[in-house]
């Protein structure tokens, strides 16, 4: 193994188990509300599928309005400190989600829940911005986002044995604390920077350092915030991603009660049987990042055909009707599977047509309106009779995610500084990046490859 080979691996065995259980321990303690919900919550509290959906939805409103002033905390000052206090205060919410028996106090429960958990995703991705090229982004993204569907994988099985053996109170604090221990570990084993890394060498350091700032010298400049923010892009990925979360969102909250209402099993075997989505989901999205990684693409092509066969799919399981059991379970099977695929390639996008400096704040403009999404799919869907009593719930899921892949179609294609653009220096690509570019291989010191050529090489055109 190479000089080069050794850091990048080190970098990714590192990095990618802390931002994959953070991620895995946030989306625990907002998602098993759901089999909570069908194990016992809404029975105990006499909830009706409209409250039980406003309890749901009401993370997302906490989680809506923090996600920008988290974002340009996590640039500005740091990841570190701010996920330390938010898993603290994460796993305290997620716990309380047991002892409370009050509906207005569960509702402001749940909000808060939505505002300490709303710094994790821009943080998230911000601090992989600082550590990783755009060539290996799409797949540190995807596993960062892992978390989501391999979390579900195993908490929707976890979640309902655990209610069936106590029940949903013991559930949610025994799932709650977990996340105060993890933030001292996050703490302890946490960098925010190259320079801020104690277990790499300086030359290391500095080489890091040096092949993102080349990157940003090929990402067109913006002054500030506001310009960010009225950027066709950021305004075209905030419909498309809020719309895209209603599908997500919907189809989470409410998943283990139409596999309950339509199949009839327990708990147990419900939770069993939700899981299943989500091993699919995570074998797309490992694939589909890996290969949108290796031919440098995001913009559409890993993005809008996934979002399209899953509206197809809701609208199927809908036809197809309550009466079909395997053949429905089977499209919402695929529905989830290919809903969550395209995550990696896309927020791996958004870095590539803004600076550093505006683009954390951008994800957390455009994962703010995904929050009011979510909320729209866990209320609406759930005003809709939780996809148990009409077919309202499935085609409203449906028409959100084929409007969600129709608008990737007008995204721009972002502008690069090209290479005469910028001053001629040690930054000019050499001979020998040109040849390795020819014929198909990266000078990328991060991603392998020739470190002396590396060291003098531009950045390439994205796409």
Not at 4 to 23: E, G
Request: charged residues 15%; contains cysteine; positive net charge.
């Amino acid at each position: 193994m190479t000089e080069t080979t050794a850091l990048a691996s080190q970098r990714w065995r590192r990095l990618m188990p802390l931002v994959f259980i953070t991620y895995s321990f946030a989306y625990l303690d907002r998602s098993n509300y759901a089999i909570g919900s069908a194990g016992g919550l809404k029975h105990a509290l006499q909830l009706t599928p409209g409250q039980v959906g406003l309890l749901g939805g009401l993370f997302f409103i906490g989680y809506f309005i923090f996600q920008v002033p988290a974002a340009i905390f996590a640039e500005r000052r740091s990841v570190k400190r701010l996920m330390f206090w938010s898993l603290i205060a994460w796993g305290v919410f997620a716990s309380l989600q047991g002892v409370v028996s009050s509906y207005p106090l569960l509702l402001v429960d749940r909000f808060l829940l939505g505002v300490v958990e709303a710094a994790v995703l821009p943080a998230m991705l911000v601090f992989l911005t600082h550590w990783f090229s755009s060539r290996e982004r799409g797949r540190a993204d995807t596993f960062l986002i892992l978390g989501n569907p391999v979390t579900l994988l195993w908490m929707s099985v976890v979640s309902g044995y655990l209610i069936a053996a106590t029940s949903y109170r013991w559930m949610f604090i025994i799932e709650g604390l977990p996340a105060i221990a993890w933030a001292f570990a996050f703490r302890a084993l946490s960098a925010d920077r190259p320079r801020d890394a104690k277990w790499l060498a300086p030359s290391e350091r500095t080489e890091i350092e040096e092949r993102l700032a080349s990157e940003q010298a090929g990402v067109p400049k913006v002054e500030g915030y506001r310009e960010a923010f009225k950027s066709w892009n950021v305004q075209v990925l905030s419909v498309q991603y809020a719309l895209w979360s209603v599908g997500v969102y919907g189809f989470v909250f409410w998943l283990p009660t139409i596999v309950k209402s339509l199949s009839g099993h327990g708990i147990g075997s419900t939770g069993a049987l939700s899981a299943i989505p989500y091993a699919l989901a995570v074998v797309l999205m490992l694939g589909n990042s890996y290969v949108s990684d290796r031919v440098h693409q995001r913009r559409r092509l890993f993005v809008w055909p996934f979002l399209i066969v899953g509206a197809v799919a809701f609208y199927l399981s809908y036809r197809v009707g309550t009466g079909h059991f395997v053949e429905s379970f089977v499209l919402l099977i695929i529905a989830g599977g290919v809903m969550y695929a395209p995550y990696g390639p896309y927020f791996a996008f958004i870095p590539e047509f803004l600076p550093q400096n505006v683009s954390g704040a951008a994800m957390g403009v455009i994962n703010a309106f995904g929050a009011l999404g979510g909320f729209a799919g866990a209320y609406v869907v759930g005003a809709l009779g939780g996809g148990t009593k009409s077919g309202g719930a499935f085609i409203f899921m449906a028409a959100c995610l084929l409007a969600a892949g129709l608008l990737m179609f007008l995204v721009k294609r972002p502008r690069v500084v090209e290479q005469e653009e910028r001053p001629r220096g040690p930054r000019m690509r050499s001979a020998a990046a040109v040849l390795a570019a020819r014929a198909g291989t990266s000078p990328d010191p991060l991603v392998g490859g020739s470190l002396e050529s590396a060291l003098h090489s531009g950045r390439r055109k994205t796409h």
